[in-house]
């Protein structure tokens, strides 16, 4: 079956790193549209970044030039780095895989910015 894992979530002070993956397996998932996407307490689950098979990249503003997505389909991995953090940035942060009507989601991992 698909299972997609996330792991690299923590508590990093503002200003701070973390390095976010999620392995994927059950899908060819170099074929799929990646994407990673958050929720923070008592908020809807928005988009934070997603990558194409072709490797176009998509960020929400509020993280452009802070964070940087990346794949790589040899290892059915995608990445999200991120960089000055922010205590907004705090959410549970979910990986998804997609393609035309199929869509995938991990569980989650969960990310704490302190100020």
């Known amino acids: 079956q698909v299972q997609l894992v996330e792991s690299g979530g923590g508590l990093v002070q503002a200003g701070g790193s973390l390095r976010l993956s999620c392995a994927a397996s059950?899908?060819?998932?170099?074929?799929?549209?990646m994407g990673w996407y958050r929720q923070a307490p008592g908020k809807q689950r928005e988009l934070v970044a997603t990558?194409?098979?072709?490797?176009?990249?998509n960020y929400a503003d509020s993280v452009k030039g802070r964070f940087t997505i990346s794949r790589d389909n040899a290892k059915n991995t995608v990445y999200l780095q991120m960089s000055s953090l922010k205590p907004e940035d705090t959410a549970v942060y979910y990986c998804?895989?997609?393609?035309?009507?199929?869509?995938?989601w991990g569980q989650g991992t969960q990310v704490t910015v302190s100020s």
């Open positions: 998804k895989a997609s393609k035309f009507v199929l869509e995938y």
């Open positions: 059950g899908i060819i998932f170099s074929i799929y549209t």
């Open positions: 990558i194409t098979s072709g490797g176009s990249t």
